[in-house]
Each structure stands twice: as C-alpha cells, then as structure tokens.
C-alpha cells in the first residue's frame, strides 16, 4: 500500500503560478512512477504529467507543456508540479497517483495508476 496526500492547492488570478505537492508513505516511493491528474466540475480526470521513478523521464498533456514541470525527491517521498502562467481552465481538482514504473502505451489512462490522493483544489480566477 501507498499513502499519497496532496498539498497546495488554492485560488490563483490567471497569470500566476502555484505550486502543489504530493506527500507518500508506505511502500519504497522509488517503485512507482508518479503522475498528476486533474478533474474538474463534470468532466472526466483527465491526465497532467508523469515523472518515471528516478526522475529522468517526464511526460505533460499538450495543454500545459511548457508551463508546468514536475519534480520528484526520492529522499523526501514527495512529487511535486510546480504550475505557472495558469488558466482559468485549469481550474480542477488536483490528484496524484502512483503507478507500475514501466512505461507502457497507456501512461495517461487513470486504470494504470493504482494509487491515488484525496486531492487538492486548484482554482484559477479570470
């Protein structure tokens, strides 16, 4: 079992930046990789990013290349996504997830992960 809670979420003015992180606990954090989902109000979670488990492999969505980065500390148990120039659209609610380390065709699909956080609230203001 993985414990993930997730921390940092709030209400940003478009333009500004946010940072959100992701705190795990039980099995060897180094296992897994780790990704960031967001859900927002009647839509389906839909992928962000996904970091692989020492950190040399990074993976975002079109939507937020080269305005997110994700990082991870393998000494702390945590991954965090640092998010700027934010949007009102990624106004969500903020997952992240633990998952098998290999990389496989369906990274971005919510079934690979087995692991998942409670989540964080991220609201952007327009």
């Known amino acids: 079992q993985v414990q993930l809670v997730e921390s940092g979420g709030g209400l940003v003015q478009t333009g500004g930046s946010l940072r959100v992180s992701c705190a795990a606990s039980?099995?060897?954090?180094?296992?897994?990789?780790m990704a960031w989902f967001r859900q927002a109000p009647g839509k389906e979670r839909e992928f962000v990013s996904r970091?692989?488990?020492?950190?040399?492999?990074?993976y975002y969505t079109d939507s937020v290349k080269g305005r997110f980065t994700i990082s991870r500390d393998n000494a702390k148990n945590t991954v965090d996504l640092q998010m700027n120039s934010l949007k009102p659209e990624d106004t969500a609610v903020y997952y992240c997830?633990?998952?098998?380390?290999?990389?496989?065709?369906?990274?971005?699909?919510?079934?690979?992960?087995?692991?998942w956080g409670q989540g964080t609230q991220v609201t952007v203001s327009s």
């Open positions: 997830a633990a998952g098998p380390p290999l990389l496989t065709g369906n990274y971005y699909e919510p079934t690979r992960y087995a692991y």
């Open positions: 039980g099995r060897t954090f180094n296992n897994y990789a």
């Open positions: 970091i692989s488990q020492y950190g040399g492999s990074t």
